[in-house]
């Protein structure tokens, strides 16, 4: 059984994808994947049984990887069974391309370092986001907190981000599912037809992210809230947020977190809170059940699980 990590995104959704820095924190929640010879074509089970498209999407990436493995057209039956919640913006479909691509590895006696690994699972999810920066899939192939930068031929490097103290969060989930391909899409039109604006909004977000590296590093919730506020409303000025996300953004902040910001894609999904420890973590817990379709709580540090 080959397994990956879910994701939330701390900072810089969507500039990612333009090569801007981001900070990624896996969750202690994963997909596992086992395989096993098959009699005919591709049979996949999974515990998330999902739509028609998202069958399909799936099955596009078993081809996808199947193709890179020179293994098109083997017969396998392939398993799923995850706890991430799926369509909620947390790294469910990542985490599929990656325990995926490691399972048939392993199948297939193939060898392949994290970096190759990272690689094919990147592509694969182009599959359900058209162009992937490769956060997601590294998240969920390392686990930990980690720092996302791109070298100068544009490939992404990842870091370990040291945290004096752990980080209380909580994920709240909107009622509407993600829409990570349609916003990626949209951000990709903005950026072509309102090219200034978009670079002023990447612009500020560099000072954002930029502030937020030192704040977690230095253990200042404080700041790090006020720059978990920045970094969604630039995300609103982008388009890809939505008023139940701005809601529950808005609740949280009310009901006396730290800072919040919607995580992933958006157009749906989740957001993320900051809470100033456990006990606030449990009381924002009670106060925003009632607007939220799930409250997940979050505890990241530096000894989070790094290797599945
Ligand atoms: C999705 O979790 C994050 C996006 O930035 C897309 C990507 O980086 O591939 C929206």
């Known amino acids: 059984m080959s397994s990956a990590f879910g994701k939330i995104i701390l900072f810089g959704e969507h500039f990612v994808v333009y090569h801007a820095d981001a900070i990624v924190g896996a969750l202690d929640r994963t997909l596992h994947v086992t395989v096993a010879p098959g009699t005919d074509g591709i049979v996949l089970q999974s515990n998330n049984t999902g739509s028609a498209q ?16 020179d293994h098109a057209g083997a017969a396998l039956k392939i398993i799923v069974t ?3 919640p799926p369509k909620a913006n947390l790294g469910s479909g990542a985490a599929f391309c990656v325990a995926l691509t490691r399972a048939l590895t392993q199948h297939f006696q193939l060898t392949l370092d994290n970096q190759q690994l990272v690689s094919i699972a990147t592509r694969a999810e182009d599959v359900l986001h058209g162009h992937s920066s490769g956060i997601d899939t590294t998240a969920a192939t390392y686990g930990g907190v980690l720092g996302i930068s791109f070298d100068q031929s544009g490939t992404l490097q990842h870091a370990p981000v040291a945290l004096p103290k752990a980080l209380h969060l909580l994920i709240a989930r909107s009622h509407t599912p993600a829409q990570t391909s349609r916003m990626v899409a949209q951000v990709k039109a903005f950026s072509q037809t309102q090219a200034v604006t978009f670079t002023n909004l990447k612009q500020q977000y ?17 700041a790090l809230g006020k720059s978990m506020n920045a970094n969604h409303q630039l995300l609103q000025a ?29 157009g749906g999904g989740s957001i993320i809170i900051l809470c100033h420890d456990v006990i606030s973590q449990n009381g924002l817990t009670q106060s925003l059940t009632e607007h939220a379709l799930e409250i997940i709580p979050v505890t990241l540090s530096s000894s989070a699980p790094d290797a599945v």
């Open 82 to 84: 995850s706890n991430i």
């Open 238 to 266: 982008l388009n890809v947020s939505t008023s139940a996300l701005d809601n529950l953004q808005t609740a949280a902040l009310q009901s006396g977190a730290l800072g919040a910001k919607l995580t992933g894609g958006g």
């Open 206 to 222: 560099l000072g954002v992210v930029n502030n937020a590296f030192a704040q977690l590093q230095s253990g200042d919730l404080t």
């Open 54 to 69: 998202e069958r399909q999407n799936n099955l596009a990436i078993v081809d996808f990887i199947l193709k890179k493995m």
